[in-house]
């Protein structure tokens, strides 16, 4: 009958004690391990967790469950709940339990430090999940499976990450009935979500991306596309199985799905001709020309996300390693606008060595290139980054934890976020960029405006609070005749 695996995954963010934000959505990754799993015999489940849960209930959901895996999916940001319950689950219960995700696969050795795993999967988990059930089924030592390492008697055994799987189409399509739907949050009902590539080319510091693709023996092929074939079967499945007629449009979660431009326009090409739904997906300013998003509007394409992420062209260059110039996200954003495409501009606060002026360059590059939506994040230090190694080096890292990107705090310590000015034009990001567009709109009368709102927020020598003052007002008046939309995607 094969070994039964039972999922556990953290889907929402907490604030505090009481103060939590469930999340509802479907992770793709869990998708593929559970549909890899059945393939090669074995059975599965999920705990979906759209809510933080006491001991006795989580207790009682594994019971419920039985299983002879327990395989948690974790972040950074919810690997202190993973912490907490393997914690629970091991005092009560001997199950095998493992971790994979971004977490474990960034820092391995600091998850089984932390948390009482038996073992932690880097990297893609499909093949060395099938091979760990395959040897506890047969009753082998588990210990050198590729890609995970183990808790032996105290220690860890370190063994080498597999290759990448090269060819995607031989995996089967994600397992989405093992989710309930009644755990989604309203927009999941309304969205088709499928990955048609796994990878990204590009090293950006404060992510993942290039310390994940670092472990692999084949690196050189961490960008990877499925053949369009393989993609539009997977889109037929999931609208056959929309018996309700709830889905409004189809969502790509590669990021950044126009690296093969040959590949791209064949998919385009079908997408057009085959289904009668708008997507969404990301993509990338210095990747995007007016053929690119031509296609892309004649597709069906309704909303493109871009990371912006500093509006400072030196911090965003030397310290985020974003190489695209401001003249580069103002006409992409500016295109899609042309072609009727809307747009999610992404943006961090709470940079390593951002002050006040960088911040507002943030704001005023929204303000130009108008997106429809924004995105505005703090930043968050993930381990063995290389954003985070900077940060480490000058005393930035607080070791506080946080659970969202979205609420604000930050897990830094840097001067200039104390200044009360830095702190209101961060809070007040939206209304800002209203503010400055307004101005910006207003030709050479407003560009003048716009400076002297530069002075007011960043002169020394009168005090925050009488500058406070006339700020708030003009934000306030901004806020009240804001453009901009929520774009849910």
Known sequence: MGLKVTFVYPDFFQYDEERYLPEGRIYLGIGYLSAYLKREGHRT???????????????EMVRAEAPDILAFSS??????????????????????????????????????????????????????????????????????VRSVWFRVDGEVRR???????????????PDREIFDPSNFCPQQHERGTLMASRGCPYSCTYCSNHAQRSIYPNKRRY???????????EIGQILKADTEGNLRYIRFDDDILTLDREWFRELTSRYRREVNLPFICNSRVNVLDEETVKAFAEAGCSVICMGIESGNEELRRKVLGRHMSDRDIIRAFRLCRKYGIKTVSTNMTGLPDEDLPALLD?????ARARPNCMQVSTYHPYPNTRLYAYCRERGYLTGRHVDTIFDGRSALDVPAFRDPAYAYAKEKFYPLAELYSRLFEAGLPGEVAARWVDLAFTSGKIPWRWRHLLISRLVD????????EWIYY
């Open 159 to 173: 063994n080498p990450v597999r290759p990448l799987v090269e060819d995607l189409d031989s995996l089967p399509f």
């Open 75 to 144: 972040t950074t940001h919810m690997f202190p709940h993973v912490r907490r319950w393997a914690g629970w689950i091991k005092d009560e219960m001997d199950i095998f339990t493992i971790c994979g995700g971004a977490h474990p696969t960034l820092d391995p050795e600091g998850a089984l430090r932390e948390a009482p795993l038996d073992a932690v999967c880097l990297g893609e988990g499909e093949e060395a999940l099938a091979e760990l059930c395959a040897t506890l089924e047969e009753g082998r030592d588990p210990t050198g």
């Open 223 to 233: 960008v990877r596309f499925r053949s369009v074939d393989n993609v539009m079967r």
């Open 45 to 59: 489940s999920l705990i979906h967790l759209v809510r933080p849960v006491g001991r006795e209930e989580l207790l």
């Open 362 to 366: 943030t704001v005023k590059i929204n």
């Open 477 to 484: 008046w901004a806020d009240r005749r804001s453009r901009f």
